[in-house]
C-alpha cells in the first residue's frame, strides 16, 4: 500500500502531494523536506529505490518533475514505479505532453485524475481510457456548470419571449 506521493520540482518546489496514511501536518512538512533534500542530492546514475524509516521509497524523474512514493517495506519496488508511470502516462494523454506548468495550473485535475487512478493507496482502476473517460464527464460537469442560469432556468424553465 502506497503511503504517500509527492510531485516536487528539480528545484525542490513542491507541486503536489496526496497522502494516503494520517501524519501530523508538521511531520508531513518534515518527511517532504527531508525526502525531497535526498533524492534532489543523489546522482541520476543511482538506483531510483530508498529505505528510509520505516518504509520504502521509489521515485522516478520526468523531465524536470521528479514523482516520489512512499510504500510499505515489503512492497514491490517495480510496480511502484508501474504505478508512477501509469499516472505520467494518464497526465501526458490529458493535457498532451504534460509539463511542470500543466500540474501548476491544473493541480484540481491532476488531483482528480490521481483520485480516479487510485483510491486509499491502492490501484483502483487499470484501465487508462476508463479514467480518462471519468476525467472527460468531469470536464463537461464543469462547463456546464460554469455558465450563470436563472433560477426558473435551474429549475426547468425556459425564459423566452
Not at 521509489?58 to 519496488?77: G, I
Amino acid at each position: 500500500m502506497m503511503q504517500f506521493m509527492l510531485l516536487f520540482s528539480r528545484q525542490g518546489k513542491l507541486r503536489l502531494q496526496k497522502w494516503y496514511m494520517a501524519y501530523p501536518d508538521k511531520t508531513k512538512k518534515k518527511i517532504v523536506r527531508e525526502l525531497v533534500t535526498m533524492v534532489l542530492s543523489r546522482k541520476p546514475k543511482m538506483c531510483s529505490f530508498l529505505e528510509w524509516k520505516e518504509v520504502k521509497v521509489v521515485y522516478k524523474r520526468y523531465a524536470s518533475l521528479y514523482f516520489c512514493c512512499a510504500v510499505e517495506p515489503d512492497d514491490n519496488e517495480l510496480l511502484t514505479l508501474e504505478i508512477i508511470h501509469r499516472y505520467v502516462e494518464l497526465l501526458d494523454k490529458y493535457f498532451g505532453s504534460v509539463c511542470e506548468l500543466d500540474i501548476i495550473f491544473n493541480f484540481e485535475k491532476a488531483y482528480f485524475m490521481l483520485d480516479e487512478f487510485m483510491l486509499g493507496g491502492e490501484v483502483q482502476e487499470t484501465s487508462k481510457k476508463n479514467v480518462l473517460k471519468a476525467i472527460a464527464a468531469q470536464d463537461l460537469l464543469q462547463e456546464d456548470t460554469d455558465e450563470p442560469k436563472s433560477i426558473l432556468e435551474e429549475m426547468g424553465f425556459t425564459v423566452g419571449s
